[in-house]
């Protein structure tokens, strides 16, 4: 397939996308309402920083941290691997690969086009978090921090969906591959900073976190958002989040094509 | 009466018995997975601790014996509970309930008994074994009486857990697309994971209120801890069991009505 097919197809796959995601808005809101953890976590931290703060965050620290947790988590999350996992079972990727445009450009509109859905959740958390602990703690300050954030987001959405496409393309090779998920979501709660700030872990671990994945899917974007970093850290991080999609990208293609070449649906 | 229920118990149990002796890899899995999620709770119990001795009056040790009631009860809602009641939400969906409602047998005791995923049990030993290392921890062991107090609570967690899941599945009745709603209780169950008290601090005691009265969490796991470190007062324990006791009665009221609500495939 041509790169001109592609980007001849794209539009027409995001508005199918988009109106799908229309129609299961209420499936939409409780998938929403069960991410929830980041509060349990704010409510948690304002606790034990009650009366003395923790490393360098304060009880409003905590807040415009979880809350931007929790709008970041809607912006950057992706479940094509339980997807994929889906369809090989069913054996309806068969119909998927019929089509002329790889399945995997399909994945990502799909994903690509609920956003405007999530934006609509995102932003109002993002408003509450402006009006508890004020602009200069809940967005970024300059117009370079908002940037930096956006590309943040963007490179966090990218390592996630590529990561659910190569474990989702390990299911070709295995019957299933959701424990393999469920042990890539447990490394990501303990090590993006989804639970905690990375910030507050002793450093030698910390130092081994900086070269996982896991921080830039949601970490970094988060401490972009509340302005934990310099311009020249934010940079230094940013490149080492795109060497992630980079690295991810080619992995995740090739398992998929050397899976798909395995795929044996019902008559196939 | 009763030992036609208890017969019929324990083909089903046989049922699922056999049908997980088929997949013995699933142990392993189980295991491994069951541990996994264990290292999630805890990764933030330990950076928690890390810097402070004690939160709202609960040392790392006594928050342990939280995390191992969660990690127990969690077992026994994926292991006995989740099971059987998604399996009426696809009966419901599919049409198929008509056939659970013309056996000659209770219709809420058949579908909550009708699968049970006997390897999560391994979720239960991990609880078991967090409460050993806990009160290693504490340096001394539990009192007698509260070792007993804490199975009764044991019921009456599980009897909680099951009314607010039949409950949910009565829902199912009215918007049948639920299976998401399992995700939203699951996540909300999230909160159990630390004690009650914890929660105090914030919003004037409203959440602890909350998942006191409302959504009865702070008696599913932090009780059972209190009851074990021999610090739950007498009225907690007799107020939990009048409690979950009421609200497993006014589930079985919510079921029939639901029931009554039902439309089959056919008609």
């Not at chain 1, 079972?89 to 068969?94: H, S």
């Not at chain 1, 959701?178 to 872990?201: A, D, I, R, T």
């Not at chain 2, 009215?174 to 929660?199: E, G």
Request: net charge positive; charged share 10%; proline share 4%.
């Amino acid at each position: 397939m041509s790169a001109r097919g592609v980007l001849r197809a794209l539009p027409t796959m995001l508005r199918v996308g988009f109106a799908e995601s229309i129609a299961y808005r209420a499936e939409m809101f409780v998938w929403v309402l069960s991410t929830t953890m980041p509060l349990v976590n704010m409510v948690l931290w304002m606790a034990v920083s009650k009366d003395a703060p923790v490393g360098n965050y304060g009880q409003v620290d905590f807040v415009s941290y979880f809350l931007a947790t929790f709008a970041v988590r809607q912006l950057t999350s992706a479940w094509a691997a339980w997807l994929i996992n889906w369809e090989v079972k069913q054996g309806t990727l068969a119909m998927r690969l019929l089509r002329p445009v790889s399945p995997l450009w399909a994945y990502a509109s799909e994903n690509v086009a609920g956003f405007p859905m999530r934006v609509v959740v995102a932003v109002p958390v993002v408003l509450v978090s402006v009006a508890l602990v004020g602009a200069d703690k809940a967005v970024p300050q300059h117009a370079w921090g908002w940037a930096l954030f956006l590309l943040a987001v963007l490179g966090g959405w990218a390592i996630t969906f590529l990561a659910n496409v190569a474990i989702g393309a390990l299911s070709l090779f295995m019957d299933s591959s959701q424990k393999m998920m469920e042990v890539w979501m447990v490394l990501f709660f303990v090590c993006s900073g989804y639970m905690y700030p990375v910030e507050l872990l002793p450093a030698g671990l910390r130092a081994v976190i900086d070269w996982l994945p896991f921080r830039y899917q949601m970490g970094l974007p988060v401490e972009l958002m509340t302005s934990a970093h310099d311009l020249p850290t934010a940079l230094g991080l940013l490149a080492r989040q795109w060497a992630w999609v980079l690295g991810m990208g080619v992995l995740a293609v090739t398992l998929w094509k050397q899976g798909v070449k395995r795929f044996a649906a019902f008559g196939g | 009466m009763v030992r036609r229920y208890l017969r019929l118990l324990g083909v089903q149990l046989k049922a699922s018995g056999l049908q997980a002796l088929q997949y013995r890899a699933d142990f392993l899995t189980e295991g491994f997975t069951s541990l996994c999620w264990v290292f999630t709770a805890l990764a933030p119990l330990f950076v928690v601790y890390g810097r402070r001795p004690a939160v709202e009056g609960w040392t790392f040790g006594e928050s342990l014996l939280v995390v191992g009631w969660f990690t127990l009860l969690q077992g026994v809602l994926e292991g006995a509970i989740n099971p059987s009641l998604t399996g009426v939400v696809e009966h419901i969906r599919k049409g198929t309930l008509d056939f659970v409602l013309l056996k000659p047998a209770d219709a809420q005791f058949l579908v909550s008994t009708q699968r049970f995923l006997p390897w999560r049990a391994f979720n239960v030993l991990t609880g078991l074994g967090l409460f050993v290392y806990a009160f290693m921890l504490l340096g001394r062991g539990p009192s007698p009486l509260g070792v007993l107090a804490s199975v009764l609570l044991l019921g009456t967690s599980t009897l909680l857990l099951y009314s607010l899941w039949i409950l949910t599945v009565s829902a199912a009745f009215f918007v049948v697309r639920v299976d998401n709603l399992t995700f939203l209780f699951s996540s909300i169950f999230d909160f159990a994971r630390w004690p009650s008290s914890v929660f105090k601090g914030v919003a004037r005691g409203a959440l602890t209120l909350v998942f006191t009265y409302v959504i009865p969490l702070a008696l599913m796991t932090t009780f059972p801890a209190e009851a074990m470190l021999g610090r739950l007062p007498t009225v907690s324990l007799a107020g939990a069991v009048v409690g979950s006791a009421l609200f497993a009665w006014v589930a079985r009221r919510v079921w029939i009505r639901s029931i009554g609500h039902y439309t089959s495939a056919s008609s």
